[in-house]
């Protein structure tokens, strides 16, 4: 993919954690989708990851909020990154003095070893006594207030963050990267329509600044789409991130990988194959779940969804074969698809697949008690 590619700031989880996550099968470790939470989870729109509006609105496809991710999400990796590009700029800039440079360098350091370690509070704390009018501090600060939940406040800092970016006449990208951020946090209070529009403005003004659209940020708008019941654009959104990933090379992992792309084709075509079912075209969905399932076999998303999808297709001994595989040869297991909630408002299946799945598990729960 030529060009550079916008990326909005997602709170770096997978640079806190040191490396993506794997989930083995039979002994083989495969990348498990990101979401982009996770917003990735990555970019503060991941998920999800599928986006992880501070774990609210997206999930890993292998069986965390991705929690996604598109986070399993990767979402505290821009924080981190912000705070070392902030002490950097302040170094090329003029300063009071010497100490009070040095405090505020400290107190950065302080607030990245707080967010790395999920103590929010204290990284919030710490971001108070600086953050004041700059917008790169207002960004870090809401990023943390996503992570803890906090939407509304974040959406102020966020929306404070604009105004000085654009008062400032500050570069397209630079505003293209809070629109993303504000519209994780409007996912997260369920507000989509007006996370669907910060998404489509962040699109424009990237796609105006020069860089390439991220995948991260169309995938989360399909999100949007799905939360709204918009199957056919939902798909259209997913199909495209799934494109993008599979033609970037992504972030050079410990090892030398690239798994966050990997993950995040795999993670946005899962998507899309879910969408289908949800059309109903079954027999299609049914044929992209079973590559998507060949080609990430430590993934859990698709074996569930397969046990639901066949289960509805009167393919019962088939979608026990599907649920059994997930449940006991693939590390992260089957456990969290068997809450509803989680199913349908973290991993944001749609609501027929939720159906079918829990129709397949009653008639299982049954069966058990029978032979009890």
Excluded at 80 to 101: C, D, E, F, G, N
Excluded at 155 to 179: F, G, K, M, Q, V
Excluded at 314 to 339: L, M, P
């Amino acid at each position: 993919m030529s060009g550079m590619q916008f990326t909005a700031p997602q709170p770096l989880r997978q640079m806190a954690a040191g490396g993506a996550r794997s989930a083995a099968v039979r002994g083989h470790h495969t990348p498990l989708p990101a979401g982009p939470r996770r917003r990735c989870r990555l970019i503060s729109a991941c998920a999800s990851s599928n986006g992880d509006a501070g774990s609210a609105s997206s999930s890993d496809g292998g069986g965390g909020a991705a929690t996604g991710t598109l986070a399993a999400s990767a979402r505290r990796r821009a924080v981190l990154l912000l705070l070392p590009a902030a002490a950097a700029a302040r170094a090329l800039a003029p300063a009071a003095s010497s100490a009070a440079a040095l405090d505020a360098a400290e107190v950065e350091s302080a607030a990245y070893e707080a967010y790395a370690s999920k103590d929010f509070a204290r990284a919030l704390q710490l971001l108070d006594s600086i953050a004041a009018d700059e917008p790169r501090f207002l960004e870090m600060r809401a990023q943390v207030l996503v992570d803890a939940k906090s939407f509304e406040k974040a959406i102020s800092d966020y929306s404070d963050a604009l105004r000085l970016a654009e008062d400032a006449d500050a570069p397209l990208t630079t505003r293209a990267r809070l629109l993303a951020g504000r519209a994780l946090a409007l996912e997260g209070l369920a507000r989509w329509r007006e996370a669907l529009g910060d998404y489509d403005s962040a699109l424009r003004l990237a796609a105006a600044g020069g860089e390439s659209p991220d995948p991260y940020v169309i995938n989360s708008r399909g999100n949007c789409y799905n939360s709204l019941k918009e199957w056919e654009a939902a798909r259209f959104d997913y199909l495209a991130a799934a494109n993008i990933f599979q033609q970037s090379r992504g972030f050079r992992g410990p090892h030398g990988g690239t798994t966050a792309r990997l993950d995040g084709a795999i993670f946005a075509a899962s998507n899309a194959a879910l969408m289908l079912a949800e059309m109903g075209d079954y027999d299609s969905a049914e044929g992209e779940m079973r590559r998507i399932a060949r080609r990430a076999p430590g993934s859990a998303d698709m074996r569930v969804a397969l046990a639901a999808l066949l289960w509805r297709r009167g393919q019962e001994a088939a979608a026990e074969e599907q649920w059994q595989f997930a449940c006991d040869n693939i590390t992260v297991g089957c456990r969290k698809y068997q809450d509803r909630d989680w199913l349908s408002r973290i991993r944001r299946w749609p609501p027929s697949m939720c159906a079918a799945l829990s129709d397949f598990l009653a008639l299982q729960r049954g069966a058990g008690a029978g032979a009890a």
